[in-house]
Every structure is written in structure tokens, then in C-alpha cells.
């Protein structure tokens, strides 16, 4: 084809060159990965939590808000169904952009209706262990999210959820402050592990800070400050 012919091409509406499309997709990808925290994002198979998974969050509240917090703070909203003992104060504390987050507490007895309405206009919709969501029901909500580019993160006992596309977990959580009983709380490291399905099957580790401004570095209390709490992996919500 001669170049004649290619110009009069790509004036056409509608048509466009293979330059102009390669970099629109990789905008494309680039928008559909909402931001996490750098040492879990070295966790995420995608670096931060793709648009359209299903995403199961086991073991900790910190870390859920260790999840959402980068995504909040950049823009997005939040939604939080079936978890009547939230703390919007710590989530507060711990990064999460809390004018961007809906609380439903009590969603009613038609849960999958309401959390289908929030995947259509929220970006991240977490979903605690709620009754009378029955399984096929969970199922067709993760299709849902998948259509429509909204991450669900369902958490707690997921024993009726099916198969997510991720799940990350904390395996065991300590605390850290500055002193004998008095002092506010410094720091809570954590072991993350996340486990997936294809290239995510393999199972990746690492001992982290949930706490935004706690540092990066993980290591021995500070001199002065002594280990407050140590406990294992507990159901959220």
C-alpha cells in the first residue's frame, strides 16, 4: 500500500495508526491497577489490586486498610458492606481517605442487590461475611465487579465465597509502642501472604509495616519502645 494510501486511511473518523493505539493501551493498563503501598505491591502479582478481581482479605482490619488506602488517598472510592464494628478513626490512622468511604453496615435482606449497586459506582467495595448471601449469589457479584472494573474484597470466614482471583491473608500481626501500658501504639508488622490462581499460584511471603507512617524498614523495637502484642491470624469483621 503506498504511503498515499495510508495517509488517506488514517484521516478517515475512526481509523488509526498501530502507534496511537499501542499507546493508548498501555494507558488502558496502566488505568486498570489501582495503587496499593510499595511493600505490598512487591506482594500483588499486578503491583497494586487490578480492576475486575476478586480480591479475599483474611486475618487483620489493618491490613484490609493497608489494601485500600493508597486508592482512597489517589482518588477512588470505597465502600464497606456488612461490617457493623469499623473503625472509621483507625482507618483514619492508617491512610485511608475517609471522606471517600461509604459505610453500610446493615445492608438489609437483599445484601447481593446492594453490593451489586455499589460495584456499578464504586471502585473498591469490601463485603464482610454477611447472612443471607448465599454462594451463587457471591458468584455472580465477582462476574459483576469483572464487567464493570470495581475491585470486591470480600472478607472474613469466605467459606461460602467462590475461588477469588487473589487471597491475601496475615498470618500473625505484632505490635509495637513506647512504653509499659502507656503510649500510643507505633507500629503493627505483619506477615502478608498472598496466594492466587495462573501465575499467582505460587504463594509469596513478607513481614511488613500496616502503619503508613511507621517507616519502611522492618527491624527491633526502637530503644525504649517494647513489643505490646503479638496475636495470630483473626477473622475480620
Known amino acids: 500500500m503506498s504511503r498515499a494510501a495510508v495517509t488517506t486511511l488514517a484521516a478517515l473518523d475512526g481509523v488509526v495508526t498501530a502507534s496511537g493505539m ?6 488502558f493498563a496502566a488505568r ?25 482479605v483474611r486475618g487483620s482490619t489493618m491490613l ?11 482518588g477512588s472510592w470505597a465502600a464497606v458492606v456488612g461490617m457493623t464494628g469499623l473503625g472509621v478513626l483507625a482507618a483514619a490512622e492508617a491512610g485511608v481517605a475517609v471522606e ?3 459505610l453500610v453496615p446493615h445492608p438489609g435482606r437483599d445484601p447481593a442487590a446492594v453490593v451489586a449497586s455499589l460495584i ?17 449469589e457471591a458468584r455472580s457479584l465477582s462476574a ?9 474484597l470480600p472478607v472474613g470466614r469466605l467459606d461460602d465465597w467462590p475461588a477469588p482471583d487473589l487471597d491475601v491473608s496475615c498470618v500473625e500481626q505484632v505490635w509495637r509502642g513506647p512504653g509499659t501500658g502507656e ?14 490462581r495462573g501465575a499467582a ?15 519502611r524498614s522492618v527491624g527491633p523495637a526502637s530503644r525504649g519502645e517494647r513489643t505490646v502484642g503479638r496475636s495470630p491470624a483473626t477473622s475480620v469483621g
Open 22 to 27: 499501542a499507546v493508548g493501551t498501555a494507558d
Open 32 to 56: 486498570q491497577v489501582l495503587p496499593v503501598r510499595e511493600q505490598l505491591g512487591a506482594l500483588l502479582p499486578w503491583g497494586g489490586l487490578r480492576r475486575g478481581s476478586t480480591v479475599a
Open 64 to 74: 484490609l486498610f493497608a489494601l485500600i488506602a493508597e486508592a482512597t488517598a489517589a
Open 100 to 102: 471517600r468511604l461509604v
Open 120 to 136: 456499578d459506582g464504586v471502585d473498591l467495595i469490601v463485603v464482610a461475611e454477611t447472612p443471607g448471601l448465599r454462594s451463587a
Open 144 to 152: 459483576r465487579a469483572r464487567q464493570r472494573g470495581a475491585v470486591l
Open 183 to 196: 503510649g500510643r501504639v507505633r507500629d503493627c508488622q505483619a506477615t502478608v501472604r498472598v496466594v492466587g
Open 201 to 215: 499460584a505460587r504463594p509469596r511471603s513478607a513481614r511488613l509495616s500496616l502503619i503508613e507512617d511507621a517507616g
